[in-house]
């Protein structure tokens, strides 16, 4: 599990593993449906390796081209993508910032940004502020349970109440979103 201090809590925000799984899949996802031929072949030999879990071979590939055009979107994201996976965050963190910048419509990178300043940065106000922008591009069930998690270690526990609510009322069967507000509505 992923946790946080809060107040000197603990608090359990998501498997680690299935957190790391599901963003490889929307990798892949990314690199098939923006139409892998349209990428530069160094980033289509990087996503490839990244398939292939060879993500240290991946990043070279992802570093060569960046080393040629440092805003190529596709590299960028590769590269944010494979550190977080690696557990790098502190490296991954400037890469899912240049994304956020170049792509205003991109909610997973913001989703995998907020979980980077939330639980390993100990920056819950910018952890808040990309997931609410997360939120809003993507208003998922998931994604406005992590703005609720940031907003509880931001310090705004009725923001947060409201929001879980706001979920349960759209996505009554969204469990992870219930189980926090019950965690939430217990502690004093």
Request: cysteine-free.
């Amino acid at each position: 599990m992923i946790d946080m201090g809060t107040r000197g809590q603990k608090r359990s925000i998501v498997p680690l593993a299935g957190l790391l799984a599901a963003i490889l899949v929307l990798t892949v996802i990314f690199a098939h449906r923006a139409g892998a031929n349209d990428f530069h072949p160094q980033v289509r030999e990087g996503h490839a390796l990244s398939i292939e879990g060879k993500l240290e071979e991946a990043n070279r590939m992802y570093s060569a081209r960046l080393s040629t055009d440092k805003n190529d979107i596709a590299a960028v994201r590769g590269m944010a993508v494979n550190l977080f996976l690696m557990r790098r965050y502190d490296q991954a963190l400037p890469f899912q910032q240049l994304v956020v910048k170049l792509d205003d419509r991109d909610a997973q990178t913001r989703v995998e940004l907020g979980l980077n300043y939330l639980v390993h940065q100990d920056e819950p106000l910018e952890a808040t502020f990309v997931l609410r922008e997360a939120a809003t591009i993507d208003p998922s069930p998931r994604n406005r349970t992590l703005l609720a998690k940031a907003l509880v270690a931001a310090g705004d526990p009725p923001a947060a109440v409201y929001q879980l609510r706001s979920v349960l009322a759209s996505a009554p069967e969204y469990d992870y979103a219930r189980q926090t507000l019950v965690q939430l509505e217990r502690e004093p």
